[in-house]
Nanobody, 126 residues
């Protein structure tokens, strides 16, 4: 059974950068599409970005250009590079995965995801 563990969160000043990692164990992420989601205090969880098993990506429009998702199949790890961070990016960031149906596509619909990590806190504040 696939398990996911996030790391890399922390406190950063506005304009700074963080790289989140999501390490998979128990099964190879090659067979899954993966995504990053976040939940800000008092708000619903939202999709941030996803990546297909073949490396095609999808982003929520509001974050295009600042966030980049990538995968390293050799390390069984998904990354989220976050640049020019803003206070509104504060929240808990989760990685998740679902068995691939289309190796070229992925969805930001969280209802499709069946495996979730425990989350990592990102706080953007001066």
């Amino acid at each position: 059974q696939l398990q996911l563990v996030e790391s890399g969160g922390g406190l950063v000043q506005p304009g700074g950068s963080l790289r989140l990692s999501c390490s998979g164990s128990g099964y190879t992420l090659d067979y899954y599409s993966s995504g990053w989601f976040r939940q800000a205090p008092g708000k619903e969880r939202e999709g941030v970005s996803c990546i297909s098993s073949r490396g095609n990506t999808n982003y929520v429009d509001s974050l295009k250009g600042r966030f980049t998702i990538s995968r390293d199949n050799a390390k069984n790890t998904i990354y989220l590079q976050m640049n020019d961070l803003k206070p509104e990016d504060t929240g808990i960031y989760y990685c998740a995965a679902y068995p691939k149906i289309d190796p070229n596509g992925c969805t930001l619909n969280d209802q499709r995801y069946v495996v979730w990590g425990q989350g990592t806190q990102v706080t953007v504040s001066s």
